[in-house]
């Protein structure tokens, strides 16, 4: 079992920069494929960024390939998304995402759990 706890959501301005945490409690995180996924309104769910347990793999959306790093301290149990260059089009409130399974996935049907998300918000 694993619970997840998002933070570092908040209102930034097209252009801007904003880094989400993501930090997990349970026993076994470095076994742990993560990932990010968001939610705008009125719109499924997305794959946003996945990172593999050790953290030597990662795959983006084409959306945000180029903006958007992922990147995770085991130690920590900690996984985190750096988005710089936000857009408008980026607002949605943002879900942090564990599969207990060795390969990048980037279908949330894979994911065994889910934090309660961080809403981000980009002006423009």
């Known amino acids: 079992q694993v619970q997840l706890v998002e933070s570092g959501g908040g209102l930034v301005q097209a252009g801007g920069s904003l880094s989400l945490s993501c930090a997990a409690s349970?026993?076994?995180?470095?076994?742990?494929?993560m990932a990010w996924f968001r939610q705008a309104p009125g719109k499924e769910r997305e794959f946003v960024a996945t990172?593999?347990?050790?953290?030597?793999?990662?795959d983006y959306a084409d959306s945000v390939k180029g903006r958007f790093a992922i990147s995770r301290d085991n130690a920590k149990n900690t996984v985190y998304l750096q988005m710089n260059s936000l857009k408008p089009e980026d607002t949605a409130v943002y879900y942090c995402?564990?599969?207990?399974?060795?390969?990048?996935?980037?279908?949330?049907?894979?994911?065994?759990?889910w934090g309660q998300g961080t809403q981000v918000t980009v002006s423009s």
């Open positions: 995402a564990a599969r207990s399974f060795f390969s990048l996935s980037a279908q949330k049907k894979s994911y065994n759990y």
């Open positions: 990172i593999s347990s050790s953290g030597a793999s990662t």
């Open positions: 349970g026993r076994a995180f470095s076994s742990y494929v």
